[in-house]
């Protein structure tokens, strides 16, 4: 499929027919089409005739009412299959072309969006599932984040077709939260200053082949100037941006374009002209994060303690509980199944989780066994307790037009690796291919999807990446690569090799900048021999993907949906089927 021409297609004002391609199909759509599409939610897949919808929520947290009918969606259109991304979107997969436009105005009945999801967008603003609840999140700032992903969205007719990339915004003041703040395009990070609730901005975050970390902006805003920081940095980056050369269209290299000082100054002028010209209406009302008796809410503990995936909240008696869902991937049993315990245990939401999980929040703690085991039955656990690692995976080359290497099948066979099961806490991220949608430079060990060099011949590999410590402002580093058969014996001899020269509890980070890249190198060399290359790829390697034949629907006929995305990626049908009754 020919590359779209993105300026353009912005040029001519991204049109739709949605009409047009409920009545015939997709065949009249030309690359330009196709990406306008994308600007809705709707993306090509790899496979004729059905796409990708994206959905986006808000600070990730979603009504179970609406939940549910993306469960019946997800059963009718889209192989009954859901998939939860890393920016707290959800996925339908396989929906038929004609189906496009009847399934986007069923979610608009039901409160729900896929405008600007996908594309040179403003994307899904992210929220921390925590705040408002945690021991760590010093307010909430979900309505914040809800208002700026408003103001924003709200002009995406005009903001689409000027904006020179997508536009990532996170919003949290968790460890975690600071963290992904430095790899956010926009980032607002929750403090309180003399008593007083407010943000410290950062900009210019941003992975993928040109991984560059954020840059600080202002130490402290009032929460009433979320909405004017965000519609200035817009301002800038759309006045600054390069509109004309897409892959160098992020506000990184905006940023390095004009030098940091003089994005920070005209990001001041701006953000002075939008004040003015914003209603600055009070915001909504939060409670702050008092220093208070942490004891007492740790002191009510619910059956089986605390870990991981049953966290106290600040209110004694409510804990957070976190569902896994293996590589994010579910389906209408299991949705409807969260959504039944969320309406009975908790408060009626389920909070998509950046780990590709489900947060149910609010519950009693002498309520925290009784989801337990109504997970049970159906293999599901609370993150932390089951034996799988935590693998974070995109949807790769099985469905994703971009995608290289086939992410969650390769993900999946990482999770049976000795070394991952001593070791469940370890954050292994596959990408299907270097653009980082599994962000595989800030996990612990990353894969990102490609075609090797290895022996002579080219082959579907990966390349691993090492020492991920965003705290410390570090994203992984490239170690070398190989073939994709080969990715669990690579990561045991990762493991094996932290392992045996950690220092006490050193995390594989601490670990692998003490010893150095080249250490792990050679330890993999002497594992694999030539199955394993040390470094980047050879001057003039075609890494690009190829397109694969796909088997046809089994009848043949050119408007199904294709095959069941088990047969392609994994799905939450390898786990135990049972009733969804709680």
Not at 161 to 190: H, K, Q, T, Y
Not at 481 to 502: C, F, H, Q
Request: glycine residues 10%; negative net charge; charged residues 25%.
């Amino acid at each position: 499929m020919a590359a779209p021409n993105i300026p353009a297609a912005k040029q001519a004002g991204l049109p739709v027919d949605l009409d047009r391609l409920a009545a015939e199909g997709d065949g009249w759509l030309t690359p330009e089409d196709r990406y306008a599409l994308k600007t809705w939610g709707v993306c090509t897949q790899l496979q004729d005739h059905v796409f990708m919808i994206r959905i986006r929520i808000p600070g990730g947290v979603l009504p179970t009412s609406q939940a549910r009918t993306i469960a019946r969606l997800g059963a009718q259109h889209g192989a009954d299959w859901v998939h939860l991304t890393t920016r707290q979107n959800l996925e339908l997969h396989w929906v038929a072309d004609r189906a496009v436009r009847d399934l986007l105005a069923d979610l608009e009945r039901s409160g729900l969006s896929t405008r600007s999801a996908c594309g040179h967008t403003l994307r899904n603003v992210m929220c921390s599932e925590d705040a408002g609840v945690s021991l760590d999140e010093p307010f909430d700032c979900l309505p914040d984040a809800v208002a700026v992903s408003d103001a924003i969205v709200a002009r995406s007719a005009e903001l689409n077709c000027v904006l020179p990339s997508r536009i990532n915004i996170a919003f949290g003041g968790s460890p975690r939260c600071r963290e992904d703040a430095l790899v956010n395009d926009i980032a607002f990070v929750s403090v309180v200053v003399d008593g007083e609730a407010g943000y410290r901005v950062h900009a210019g975050g941003s992975l993928g082949k040109a991984p560059a970390l954020a840059i600080d902006l202002a130490d402290f805003i009032p929460r009433a100037d979320a909405v004017p920081a965000a519609l200035a940095l817009t301002e800038v980056f759309v006045a600054h941006g390069d509109l004309e050369k897409p892959t160098k269209g992020r506000m990184k290299f905006c940023i390095e374009a004009m030098g940091a000082d003089a994005f920070r100054a005209a990001w001041q002028e701006a953000f002075a002209r939008a004040r003015r010209a914003t209603d600055r209406a009070d915001p909504v009302d939060v409670a702050l994060l008092e220093p208070g008796d942490r004891a007492a809410a740790i002191r009510r503990r619910p059956e089986g303690g605390w870990s991981a995936g049953v966290r106290p909240q600040r209110e004694p008696g409510l804990a957070s509980v976190t569902i896994a869902l293996p590589l994010g991937d579910t389906n209408r049993s299991e949705l409807e199944l969260v959504a039944d315990l969320a309406d009975r245990h908790g408060d009626g939401h389920l909070v998509l989780g950046r780990d590709q999980d489900v947060v149910l929040r609010n519950v009693p703690v002498d309520r925290v066994d009784a989801i337990r085991l109504a997970l049970a039955p159906r293999g599901l656990t609370f993150v932390g307790e089951g034996a799988d690692a935590a693998v974070r995976a995109c949807t790769g080359s099985s469905v994703c037009a971009l995608g290289i290497s086939p992410a969650p099948a390769d993900g999946r066979t990482l999770l049976a690796t000795p070394g991952l099961r001593r070791n469940s806490a370890l954050r292994v991220h596959v990408s299907g291919c270097p653009n980082s949608c599994a962000q595989h430079q800030a996990g612990d060990i990353g894969l990102a999807g490609t075609k090797v060099r290895l022996g002579g011949a080219t082959r579907l590999g990966y390349h691993l990446y090492l020492g991920a410590d965003l705290a410390s402002g570090r994203v992984g580093e490239l170690v070398g690569r190989m073939a994709a058969d080969d990715a669990p014996s690579v990561l045991d001899a990762v493991i094996g090799t932290w392992e045996a020269t950690r220092h006490g509890g050193e995390s594989l980070s601490t670990t692998v900048h003490r010893l150095g890249i080249d250490a792990f190198a050679a330890a993999l060399e002497s594992v694999l021999d030539d199955r394993w290359a040390t470094g980047a790829e050879p001057e003039g390697t075609d890494v690009q993907p190829e397109v694969t034949a796909v088997a046809p629907p089994p009848d043949g006929s050119p408007g199904s949906p294709g095959p069941a995305p088990e047969a392609v990626a994994g799905g939450p049908r390898t786990r135990a089927a049972t009733s969804s009754a709680a």
